[in-house]
């Protein structure tokens, strides 16, 4: 199969704090990535794409001074999300892509307090 | 944009079926269906490519029409563990990054 890990899982941290989610593909390479956030009882919204070894490409409406993407290496993309405020508490879902399709990591559970 | 689902919501007694809608504005090179339990991530079903193919394992299958820009998936003879939001995700770049809009999801509850 296709794991796709993600750290941490939960993390709570005072407004103003920068907090860094990783995102790996543990079998396979992936040279694209993604990220979405999603609210509760909504639907996943797609934040940005990771390219490894280029600069991230992000969705319409999302700042990338605050989510800062970086695709280091072909297991390894990290979101950071920085100064984060109340509002940025989320769920935040990492995916892979191997082909056509998408596997996804577990998800990071914020809350900024 | 945002692909629509239909319907929203849908509770179903163990045993009877459900067909879930996707439909989307824009022309679509894929479509992929996922079950996302509460706090988990989504998990993948299945992809159909453009095409119009159907696919399916088990009880669980899916149909694409490129022309409407549609796809459903049929869930047949449903069990307790089917229970949760169905997100399709649809793809509209010709595979160039594949990167995934995802639909407004139906939440399925499958009571015994």
């Known amino acids: 199969g296709a794991v796709v890990s993600q750290h941490p899982s939960r993390v709570i941290c005072k407004s103003g704090t920068s907090v860094k989610i990783e995102c790996r593909s543990l079998d396979f390479q992936a040279t694209t990535m993604f990220w979405y956030r999603q609210f509760p009882k909504q639907s996943l919204m797609l934040m940005a794409t990771s390219n490894e070894g280029s600069k991230a490409t992000y969705e319409q409406g999302v700042e990338k001074d605050k989510f800062l993407i970086n695709h280091a290496s072909l297991t390894l993309s990290t979101l950071t999300v920085t100064s984060a405020h109340p509002e940025d508490s989320s769920f935040y879902i990492c995916?892979?892509?191997?082909?056509?399709?998408?596997?996804f990591g577990p998800g990071t559970r914020l809350t900024v307090l | 944009q945002q692909p629509v689902q239909s319907p929203q919501a849908v509770i179903l007694r163990e045993g009877e079926d459900a067909v879930i809608n996707c439909s989307s504005s824009k022309a679509l090179y894929s479509v992929h269906w996922y079950r996302q339990k509460h706090g988990e991530a989504p998990v993948f079903l299945m992809i159909l490519l453009k095409g119009g193919e159907q696919k399916g394992h088990d009880k669980i299958s899916a149909s694409f029409n490129e022309k409407k820009q549609q796809s459903s998936l049929y869930l047949t003879a449903s069990q307790l563990s089917y229970s949760g939001t169905y997100f399709c995700?649809?793809?509209?770049?010709?595979?160039?990054?594949?990167?995934?809009?995802f639909g407004t999801g139906t939440l399925l509850a499958v009571q015994p």
């Open positions: 995700g649809t793809s509209s770049d010709g595979g160039a990054t594949n990167k995934l809009i």
């Open positions: 995916s892979a892509r191997r082909e056509y399709e998408q596997f």
